[in-house]
C-alpha cells in the first residue's frame, strides 16, 4: 500500500506561553555530604572496624607500655627479692613489638579499605552518569567531571579509615589521662587545665579547613576542564599560533589555586603550631608537678617515668589535627562526588513492543523546556510506520531536541511520545534500545578496532552485517585501504570528519530497528556520497521508519514528509516539492547556505 501523503498545512505562528525555569542538574545537587559519607562508611564498615580494631589493640599496647616500663625500671633499680625484672623486661619488649606490628597492620587494612571505598564511589557515580538523561551529564564540564570521579572520589573514600583511625587515636590521649590519673591525680589536672585551649583550637581549625578546602577544590576543577578543552583542541591551537596564549588561558587560576592551597596550609599550620606548642607546654607542667612530688616522696622514679610517658601518650590528642584535615577534604569533596550519585537515572518500564509494528512515530503536546526556554511547545504529531520523514528548520529551532525525544534521549517535561503505540517511557530498556538506533553529526567511536566501533551497540551484529553496514554507509572503500582493514585499531586509524561520521552511520545501520533517527548525520558528506548514502538507506537498510534531521534541499526531495519546525512549533508539514512554494520555507534553507532552487 503506498504512502499516504499528507496535504502540505502550514502554521501561522502563535504567541508563546510564558517560559517557566528548567530544574537546574548541578542547582542543589551534593547538599546531602554527610549522607553520602555515612553511605561509603556503611558500605566499608567491617573494613573500617578492622582498622579500629587493630588501631585500638595497638592503643592499648601503648597505654600499658608506660605502667610496665615504669615498674621495670623500678625492679631494674631497686631489685625485690622474689620479683626478677626479667619478666617484666620480656612483657615490655612484647607490648612494643605488638604496636609496632598492629601499626602497620592499620596502614596495610587502611590502604586496602580506602582503595575499594574509591572504587565503589568511583563505579556508582560512572553508573549514574550513564544511567541519567545526556543533557545531565553534559552539565559538568569535562575536567570538573575528571576532578570529581578522581581526586574527589579518593578523597571521600578515604573516610572510613580516616574516621576509624581518629576514633582508635583518641583511645591513646584518653588511656595516657586515664594513667595520669592512677599515677597521680595531681599530674593529671595540671594536664587537663589545657584541654579547652586545644579543643577551641580544633574548633577554629574545622571552620576554617572547610572553606579554605571548598575554594581549593573548585579552582582544581576550573584548571582541569580548561586543560582538557586545550588538550581536545591542540591541532586548532598549533595551527593559530596561540600555544602561549592558551598556556596563560589554562593557567591563569594557578594563582588563585596558589592563594588558595597557602590559605589551608595557613589554616593547618596555626592549628599544628598552636597544638605543637600547648602540648609540649602541658607534658612540661606534669613533668614538673611530678617532679616536686617525687621530691617530696608521693612518686617513685617508676611513677614519674609512667607519668611522664601517660602526659606524652595523653598530648597525642593535638595530632588529631591530622585527621581532622582529611575529615574535612572528605566532607567537602563528598558534596562534589555527591551532585553525580544524585543524578536521576531514566527510568524504564517492562513493556513490549508488538511483534511486527511498522514502526509508527506519535508525539501528544508535546512539550520540553530547557534553561528557563520553551525548546518544542506543544508539538503533536504522527510519523506513520515505514516512512522517511525529514525534520527542518532554522538553527534553533528545535530539530535536534525532535530528534532525541523521538528515541527517548530526553524525556518532554509535557505530552507523550509512543512508537507503535507504546509510550516510550513504558518500554523496558532493551527493547528500546534494539528498537531505536541514532547517528549524529559528531559520532564518538567506542573499541579496540574498526570492527568494533560498527558493532557496537545494544547486541552486536555477525561480521557480515558489519561490512554490509559499511557498505551501505559508503565506509567500506576507506576502510578497506586501513593497515589491517576492519582490526585496524581505532587509535592507529587516521579518520577525517566525514570518515567518522561515515562509520557512525555504520554503526547505525548495523543496529537498524523499526526506527533509524539520523541527527544532522550527513552534515560532512560531500554531495555525492550523500546521495548514494541516502538512495542506501531507502533499499539497502533494514526496512523500518527514518527521521532526518536535514540542513540541505537534497535531503528533502525523497522524504515521504517533511516537518517544518519554527520556534519549537510545527510550522508545517507535507511534501517538499509543496512546501518549497512557500517563502519561508525557502528562506530555511538560505539560512543554512544552501537555498537554491536547483537544490530542489
Known amino acids: 500500500m503506498p504512502l499516504e501523503r499528507p496535504a502540505p498545512r502550514t502554521e501561522p505562528t502563535r504567541g508563546r506561553p510564558e517560559r517557566r525555569p528548567a530544574p537546574d542538574v548541578a542547582q542543589g545537587r551534593g547538599k546531602d555530604r554527610h549522607g553520602l559519607l555515612r553511605s561509603v562508611v556503611r558500605h566499608s564498615a567491617g573494613r573500617a572496624a578492622a582498622v579500629f580494631l587493630a588501631g585500638a589493640l595497638s592503643a592499648a599496647a601503648a597505654v600499658a607500655a608506660p605502667a610496665v616500663l615504669g615498674r621495670t625500671v623500678d625492679l631494674l633499680l631497686s631489685p625485690q627479692a622474689g620479683r626478677p625484672a626479667g619478666p617484666w623486661l620480656l612483657l615490655s619488649a612484647v607490648l612494643i613489638g605488638a604496636e609496632v606490628f598492629l601499626d602497620a597492620g592499620v596502614a596495610l587494612l587502611g590502604g586496602n579499605t580506602g582503595a575499594r571505598s574509591t572504587a565503589w564511589l568511583r563505579r556508582g557515580a560512572y553508573a549514574r552518569l550513564l544511567a541519567a538523561e545526556p543533557r545531565h551529564a553534559a552539565a559538568f564540564a569535562p575536567g570538573d567531571l575528571a576532578t570529581r570521579l578522581t581526586v574527589n572520589a579518593a578523597d571521600t573514600g578515604t573516610a572510613p579509615v580516616t574516621l576509624a583511625g581518629a576514633c582508635a587515636s583518641l583511645l591513646p590521649p584518653l588511656g595516657g589521662l586515664v594513667g595520669l590519673f592512677l599515677v597521680d591525680a595531681w599530674t593529671a589536672v595540671a594536664f587537663v587545665a ?238 528500546l534500545r534494539r528498537a531505536v538506533g541514532y547517528a549524529f553529526e559528531r559520532p564518538a567511536l567506542f573499541g579496540q578496532d574498526v570492527g568494533d566501533a560498527i558493532a557496537f551497540g545494544a547486541h552486536r551484529p555477525a561480521d557480515e552485517a558489519v561490512r554490509s553496514a559499511a557498505g551501505a554507509a559508503d565506509a567500506d572503500g576507506f576502510v578497506a585501504l586501513l593497515p589491517d582493514g576492519y582490526a585496524t585499531p581505532l587509535a592507529e586509524a587516521p579518520l577525517s570528519g566525514g570518515e567518522t561520521q561515515r562509520l557512525g552511520l555504520a554503526r547505525a545501520f548495523a543496529h537498524a530497528g523499526r526506527l533509524l533517527i539520523l541527527d544532522d548525520a550527513t552534515s560532512s558528506l560531500d554531495t555525492v556520497t550523500e546521495r548514494r548514502v541516502t538512495r542506501a538507506l531507502h533499499h539497502e537498510v533494514r526496512a523500518g521508519t527514518r527521521l532526518i534531521v536535514a540542513h540541505r534541499p537534497s535531503s528533502c526531495t525523497g522524504a515521504d514528509l517533511v516537518v517544518w519546525l519554527e520556534d519549537g512549533r510545527v510550522r508545517g508539514t507535507g511534501l517538499h516539492q509543496e512546501l518549497w512554494r512557500d517563502a519561508g520555507y525557502r528562506a530555511v534553507f538560505a539560512a543554512e547556505g544552501d537555498g537554491s532552487v536547483d537544490s530542489v
Open 194 to 431: 589545657g584541654i579547652p585551649v586545644l579543643l577551641l583550637v580544633l574548633r577554629a581549625f574545622t571552620r576554617g579547613s572547610t572553606d579554605a578546602t571548598a575554594r581549593y577544590q573548585r579552582v582544581q576543577s576550573l584548571i582541569a576542564d580548561r586543560l582538557t578543552e586545550a588538550m581536545a583542541g591542540a591541532r586548532t591551537i598549533t595551527a593559530a599560533g596561540t600555544e602561549r596564549r592558551e598556556q596563560e588561558r589554562v593557567l591563569a587560576p594557578l594563582a588563585g589555586l596558589g592563594v588558595e592551597g597557602r590559605r589551608t596550609w595557613r589554616v593547618y599550620g596555626r592549628a599544628v603550631s598552636h597544638a605543637g606548642m600547648l602540648m609540649p607546654l602541658l607534658t612540661t607542667v606534669v613533668l614538673a608537678v611530678g617532679g616536686v612530688r617525687l621530691a617530696g616522696g608521693h612518686l617513685s622514679p617508676g611513677d614519674l617515668l609512667a607519668a611522664s610517658r601517660y602526659a606524652t601518650l595523653a598530648a597525642g590528642i593535638g595530632t588529631l589535627t591530622g585527621a581532622l584535615n582529611a575529615l574535612v577534604r572528605s566532607r567537602v569533596a563528598a558534596s562534589r562526588v555527591g551532585a553525580l550519585l544524585e543524578l536521576s537515572a531514566v527510568a524504564y518500564g517492562d513493556a513490549t513492543l508488538p511483534q511486527e509494528g511498522p514502526g509508527t512515530v506519535e508525539l501528544r503536546g508535546v512539550g520540553v523546556v530547557r534553561a528557563g526556554a520553551t525548546v518544542l511547545d506543544d508539538v503533536s504529531l504522527v510519523i506513520p510506520g515505514g516512512s522517511v520523514v525529514a525534520v527542518v528548520g532554522r538553527s534553533g529551532s528545535g530539530k535536534s531536541t525532535l530528534a532525541a525525544v523521538a528515541g527517548r534521549l530526553t524525556d518532554p517535561d509535557r505530552g507523550r511520545v509512543l512508537l507503535d503505540g507504546v509510550p516510550l517511557d513504558a518500554l523496558d530498556a532493551g527493547v
